[in-house]
């Protein structure tokens, strides 16, 4: 199983470099990596104290933000190394302020995994949510270099669980300790024989407190707003986008809209306002004047969290496709939550809708009859907001239970 894994490593990064010159994803994938070992090299020196943590693309990063800051607070003699294997994550966050030295990760092959260890030197590893890649584990795993998973999620389906899972299984038992998000996590791991587990929670819930304590006003949608309700839909994708502006365009008076689509380029952006009806404005083109209009499109990138606070409800885009985005920052703020149907992997997105504090949708009646719901019985809406604010804050709290596991339990021991 090595040999193919192996193999696939470099089956992948050959047909990364193939595709590059047609593929933007992939042009980044390849052009990020190249001189990695300079660009490390000119940010960690001999002597430096490291810590390495790894994150597959930007939400991952987002889930374990709340560690890297508690981390650089409390132990700032370590420089922090932080890696992406997604260009969508390393993009956005390259210029992070709390880490010293921000890196693709090169391809895992057995060369790349020494090296890449040899030159960081960390002290302890942290791999975030769902990041299993076998040379860089057994290369830890040999220096005796303590590696830990942080809101470990784990499905039945998954390879660990399989007759051939022996090799993937393996790579668990390397980990210094497993932090889980959910008891099944827990139960799955233990029914395969895994011991180094341990039930946290997930770290997303301290993340987006942390988000709505920091979050800014923006004038322009509280001038908007005015005094009225306010739909916000964000990450909208195009199948979210369809079923709102039906409804928006059939009663475009009970409340104010917002779009804040996923993807903010000029044909997007025009083939959204195509579907609207009624009167609209780009964010870049509010003004006073446009007071009057029914729906305002966000045509910017990272004002959506602080958005939600102006929400009465919410929908959050991506259940027509791979999956939906954050539910969890509007949920923070008390705000009933919306998505498409494809949510069946998401823990958070099913115990929302098993306190009534979100729903889904999958047709325009669907949608309608929610709505029609939130808006028509004030005392459905309330019990709904205020569970979504619950369900948030009960859950907080994983990072401080990781913290203190590894740097009281573990990394003190190491500090002279």
Not at 169 to 175: D, I, V
Not at 259 to 274: G, M, Q, T, V, Y
Not at 332 to 345: A, M, R
């Amino acid at each position: 199983m090595k040999v193919l894994y192996n193999l696939g490593i470099l089956i992948f990064s050959a047909l990364a470099h193939l595709i590059s010159p047609f593929n933007s994803r992939a042009s980044f994938w390849v052009k990020g990596r190249k001189k990695w070992a300079e660009k490390i090299a000119e940010k960690i020196k001999s002597g430096d104290r490291v810590i390495w943590i790894h994150c597959a693309s930007l939400g991952e990063f987002e889930q374990g933000r709340p560690v890297i800051e508690a981390i650089k607070k409390k132990m700032p003699v370590f420089k922090i190394v932080i890696t992406f294997f997604s260009p969508s994550g390393y993009e956005i966050r390259k210029n992070y302020n709390n880490a010293d030295c921000i890196s693709y990760l090169p391809s895992d092959t057995p060369g790349n995994a020494a090296k890449f260890i040899g030159l960081v030197k960390p002290e302890f590893v942290i791999f975030v949510k769902y990041e299993f890649w076998n040379n860089y584990i057994s290369v830890l795993y040999k220096n005796k270099i303590p590696l830990y998973l942080i809101s470990g999620i784990f499905r039945p389906g998954q390879h660990f669980f399989k007759w051939y899972g022996s090799f993937f299984r393996s790579m668990l038992r390397k980990f210094e300790i497993i932090f889980v998000q959910d008891q099944r996590s827990f139960d799955l791991l233990s029914g395969i024989g895994i011991e180094n587990v341990y039930l946290a929670g997930d770290t997303r819930f301290d993340r987006v407190v942390q988000i709505a304590g920091t979050s800014r006003v923006i004038q322009k949608l509280e001038h908007f707003r005015g005094n009225e309700k306010l739909f916000l839909a964000g990450s909208s994708w195009q199948q979210d986008e369809e079923i709102i502006a039906e409804y928006i365009n059939s009663f475009p008076l009970r409340m104010k809209w917002v779009f804040a689509p996923h993807e903010i380029d000029k044909s997007n952006i025009e083939r959204l306002e195509k579907l609207i009806k009624v009167k609209h404005v780009r964010f870049s083109e509010y003004s006073e004047r446009s007071a009057d209009a029914r729906v305002l499109i966000i045509d910017n990138i990272g004002m959506l969290s602080s958005a939600y606070r102006y929400a009465y409800i919410a929908a959050i885009g991506g259940g027509f496709g791979k999956g939906i985005h954050n539910i969890l920052e509007p949920a923070c703020w008390g705000i009933p939550v919306l998505f498409g149907p494809k949510h069946e992997n998401f823990k958070e997105a099913l115990d929302l809708l098993a306190t009534g504090a979100a729903k889904s949708f999958l047709t325009f009646d669907d949608f309608r009859r929610i709505l029609d719901l939130w808006l028509s019985d004030e005392k459905k809406y309330t019990n709904s907001a205020e569970m979504a604010s619950k369900y948030v804050k009960e859950n907080a709290g994983a990072t401080e239970i990781i913290i203190k596991e590894i740097l009281e339990k573990d990394i003190n021991r190491r500090v002279s």
